[in-house]
C-alpha cells in the first residue's frame, strides 16, 4: 500500500496530473515564508535556490500596502507564486471596531471576537484579501492565495478551544432549538446549563455549523472573484474551530492549506493519506503543507525533511525563509532566527531537493555536499551516517519516523562515514 502511494506521489512529481487542483499543489508547494519588510530581492533568492512560493506575512497598516504590492510584483518577476499570510487575532487585530466580542464560559468578555459576528471576518479575511487581490489586478499580477495566521497573540482565550458564550449566541441557540426557561442563565452558567442538560454537544455542533457557515460566506465571495485562490491557516488541531475553518476555507478545486507547525517544525513528518482520511471523515478538503523552521536543523537534514514533506504532502514552507538573509555569526544563538550553520549551506542543501529533475529516481537519494564530503543518502538503505539505523530508535519512531535520528544532530569533527558519532544510537 505505501508502496503503491509512493508511485502515485511520484508520478505527480514527474508531472503527471491527478484533478484539476492549483497547478502548485501538483508541483508542491515549496515556500518561503517571510514578512513584508524583507527585501524583495529574497523572492528571487528563493526562485535561484527552487523554490516556488512565498508566503508573506502581511501587516494590514497603511504604511505597509505599497510593500505588499511590491512583494507582489517581485514574485511576479520571479516566476513564483505569492501568497498573503494575515493574522487573525493579533496585536494590530485588537484595534479593528465594529465587531462583536468573544464571551468565554467562565462569562469574561474576552478581545477577541464572536466568530457568528460576520463583521469580523469580514476585517480579517475578506477586506484583506480583497486589498491583496486589488494589488494584484490593479499590477497585473496574481494572488496565488490567502493564508490565516489565528494564533492569537498575546491575549487571553483562543478558538484552538473556546466556543462561545455571548448573548446573541446564547438567544440565537435557544430560539433555534426553541429551548424553554433559558433566557436568563447568565453567561458564566451557560456552559454548566448546558452540560446539566445535556445539550453541550449539541451547542458545539450548532456553533461549529454556524462558523462553517461565516467561513464560507468569505470564501465564497473571494473565489467568485478568483476561483482556484488558495486558503488555509497555520496550525491545527481537532477543534470546532479547525473543522469548521478547513470546511469553509477549503473546495474540491481549491483545498485548504492547513500550514502545519508542529510536528514538522523541528523534523517530524506528517502521514499525508491518514490525514486525507481524517480530513474526508470530517467532510473538509484540505492537503497539508508542512512548516520547517530552518535553524532547528542542520543543512543535509533540513533538505531530506523538506523533500520529504513535498513527498507526502502538498509540500513546506520554511520559517523564517529571510533568516538566510542573515549572518549567521552575527545573530544570537539564543535567537530564533539563528542558524547553526551558514546560510550558503541551507541554500546549496535546498536547491537539489527542490528541483524536478531529483524526483524520478525511484530510491529517492538526496545528494548533500559538506565542506569536502559528499554523500547520497538513500531513505530505503541503512544510515550511511552511522551504519546503525537498520531501523528507527523508539524515540526516532515518534519523532523522525523514516530516517534515523543522528542526522538531527551536528556530526563529529573525528567521526568518519563508518564509524557512528558519539551518542548516536540506532
Ligand atoms: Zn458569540
Excluded at 501587516?59 to 517581485?74: H, V
Excluded at 468565554?104 to 484579501?129: K, N, Y
Excluded at 424553554?180 to 445539550?199: C, F, K, P, S, Y
Aim: net charge negative; aromatic share 10%; hydrophobic share 40%.
Amino acid at each position: 500500500m505505501r508502496r503503491l502511494a509512493c508511485v502515485v506521489v511520484l508520478g505527480v512529481l514527474a508531472g503527471g496530473s491527478l484533478s484539476c487542483q492549483p497547478e502548485i499543489l501538483e508541483q508542491r508547494i515549496r515556500a518561503g515564508y517571510c514578512g513584508v519588510a524583507t527585501p524583495v530581492e529574497h523572492a528571487q533568492d528563493l526562485a535561484d535556490h527552487g523554490f516556488n512560493a512565498v508566503w508573506m506575512k502581511m501587516n494590514f497598516e497603511d504604511q505597509y500596502l505599497d510593500e505588499m504590492a511590491a512583494w507582489g510584483g517581485a514574485c511576479d518577476e520571479a516566476g513564483i507564486a505569492w501568497f498573503v499570510v494575515g493574522n487573525m487575532t493579533g496585536g494590530a487585530e485588537r484595534a479593528l471596531q465594529g465587531y462583536r466580542h468573544a464571551v468565554d464560559e467562565q462569562g469574561a468578555t474576552l478581545e477577541i471576537a464572536c466568530l457568528r459576528d460576520p463583521a469580523f471576518m469580514d476585517l480579517v479575511l475578506r477586506d484583506r484579501a480583497n486589498a491583496a487581490l486589488d494589488a494584484a489586478e490593479r499590477e497585473g499580477y496574481e494572488l496565488a492565495g490567502f493564508i490565516l495566521d489565528p494564533e492569537t497573540y498575546g491575549i487571553r482565550g483562543s478558538y484552538h478551544r473556546l466556543l462561545c458564550y455571548c448573548d446573541t449566541c446564547w438567544a440565537d441557540f435557544i430560539r433555534e432549538y426553541e429551548i424553554e426557561g433559558a433566557g436568563d442563565v447568565a453567561a458564566g452558567a451557560r456552559m454548566i446549563w448546558l452540560t446539566r442538560n445535556q445539550r453541550y454537544l449539541q451547542y458545539q455542533a450548532w456553533m461549529e455549523r454556524e462558523w462553517e457557515a461565516v467561513f464560507a460566506a468569505v470564501a465564497d465571495d473571494l473565489r467568485e472573484r478568483k476561483p482556484d485562490l488558495l486558503m488555509g491557516n497555520f496550525h491545527y488541531m481537532d477543534t470546532p474551530f479547525h473543522r469548521a475553518l478547513l470546511r469553509g476555507l477549503g473546495t474540491e478545486a481549491a483545498p485548504a492549506l492547513v500550514g502545519w507547525e508542529s510536528p514538522s517544525y523541528t523534523g517530524g513528518l506528517i502521514d499525508g493519506e491518514k490525514q486525507a482520511e481524517y480530513y474526508a471523515s470530517i467532510g473538509a478538503h484540505a492537503v497539508d503543507v508542512g512548516g520547517q523552521w530552518i535553524g532547528k536543523l542542520l543543512p543535509e537534514a533540513a533538505a531530506i525533511h523538506a523533500y520529504q514533506m513535498a513527498l507526502n504532502t502538498a509540500g513546506y514552507w520554511l520559517f523564517n525563509s529571510s533568516t538566510l538573509m542573515l549572518n549567521w555569526q552575527e545573530t544570537e544563538p539564543t535567537s530564533p532566527y539563528h542558524l547553526p550553520r551558514p546560510a550558503e549551506e541551507y541554500w546549496a542543501a535546498y536547491r537539489p531537493t527542490s528541483g524536478p529533475t531529483r524526483r524520478s529516481t525511484a530510491s529517492w537519494p538526496i545528494q548533500t555536499t559538506r565542506r569536502r564530503l559528499t554523500w547520497t543518502w538513500d531513505l530505503s538503505s541503512p544510515c550511511p551516517r552511522c551504519r546503525h539505523c537498520r531501523r528507527p530508535s523508539p524515540r526516532a519512531s515518534r519523532r523522525t519516523p523514516t530516517w534515523c535520528r543522528c542526522i538531527l544532530r551536528p556530526r563529529s569533527r573525528r567521526s568518519s562515514m563508518g564509524a557512528p558519532p558519539s551518542g548516536a544510537r540506532g
